[in-house]
């Protein structure tokens, strides 16, 4: 074979070799596209993203808030859509209905539980706890929430620290039977103001025993089935089912499976956007572990 001949078919090598090196990138690259498109489908059905406005929830969110156009906002959440949650999940509830807006929360109390909100004496300090019988079950829970404690700022910019000593000095309380009720859930759950008597329909006494001090005739409310309890961690200045009464599951938007801190502004962050995309790539990575972990 002559040189002429050889260098014709090493060059249709080459030109074969490339078109293969061509096509297959060109099969990856329609695969990842595909793939980012089928993705992007699945998560803006399944799951969205909101900006949180106020301080209710501080401070787990918006600790130092940022404001735009006269509100205050500096986190964002991820939601997966659906009533579905748990006890301690943050969850958005629609209240369009009652005050045109959505609200987000914490879910402390479902249907059938016994809940009440009652001061203790805890190491020589008075402080509220929030007490729960879950449904089927006969323990009570005292919930000890390391959520609401922490520092953060209010709409003043003053920092402060919350936690269970401002919850009780910044509420008003109910003396009952020999003990003290936050006043907010006594009026709304054991006090009908309407009326002005004590409710005893789904009202429940008992006696309990917290660290070595006994609390006679502790009244519990019990939720009606398919009813949920929630309150913000800033207790102090919440508006929650304390004072609008428990509301039905089926109002739950979704629940926050993310939380994206400075994604709102630059001002407050020159990286917000990258703490968003973090989110985002957090919960495709918490699908990616779920549908795995269900298939083994």
Known sequence: MNAQKYNYFLDEKQERSSRRIFVIFLIILICVFAAVFSVDVYFQKNYDYITINGLSMQPTLNPEPVYINGKSVQDGVYIKKGTDADYSDIIIVDKRDDIGKTVIKRLLGKGGDKISILRLNIDGESQYRFLRIKSGTSSVEVLNETYISGKCNNSYGESRVLGYSSWTSGVSATYDLGNYYEGQF??????????????????????????????????FYQLGQDKIFYMGDNRAESSDARATGSEDQSKIIGKVVAVTHNSTSSKNSFFYLFNRAIGYFEVLWQEIVRIFAWKG
């Open 186 to 219: 006594y009026s709304t759950y054991l006090w009908n103001s309407k009326t002005n008597h004590v409710v005893t329909d789904n009202v429940y006494k008992y006696n309990i025993v917290y660290q070595g001090t006994e609390y006679n005739n502790v009244k």
